[in-house]
């Protein structure tokens, strides 16, 4: 359970374990558009799709119930895995932030990403054979 007062905010949980959350924020209600993040603490838990099905379920409820147009991210650059992970989903490249962060004394690029409603609809994954039993 989350004590975030932001209705679009949601815990990612595996096993009865708190693994991460994931969320849309700054919402632009006249544009449609919010941001988005996900954060996955358990290194272990990396690259075994957990990121895209849970990015795939926000989606579906932001181009849903939430009734947006868009959804915009950045990304740090050398982030190669969530890249590779927004991409599958349908994120495209807008732009970059050159040197727009420091982690550890060295300077990294934001990577801008964002999807658009219809390419949502038109791209959208399939549920794995888990999800569609639920």
């Known amino acids: ?22 969320r849309l924020f700054n919402p632009v209600e ?14 272990a838990l990396l690259g075994r799709g957990l990121g895209r099905e849970a990015t795939a379920l926000v989606l579906d409820h932001a181009f849903g119930p939430a009734g947006l147009h868009r959804v915009e991210l950045q990304v740090l650059a050398y982030n190669t895995r969530a890249i590779a992970c927004y991409r599958a989903c349908g994120f495209v490249e807008e ?24 390419t949502w609809r038109t791209r959208r994954p399939q549920p794995s054979p888990a999800q569609a039993r639920l």
């Open 1 to 22: 359970m989350s004590t975030s007062t932001n209705p679009h905010e949601w815990i990612i949980d595996v096993g009865g374990r708190h693994v991460g959350s994931c």
């Open 30 to 43: 006249w544009d449609r558009r919010a941001s988005y993040a996900i954060g996955i603490s358990e290194p």
């Open 95 to 118: 732009g970059r932030q050159r040197q727009a962060a420091r982690v550890d004394g060295a300077w990294y690029d934001f990577v801008l990403m964002a999807i658009l409603e219809d």
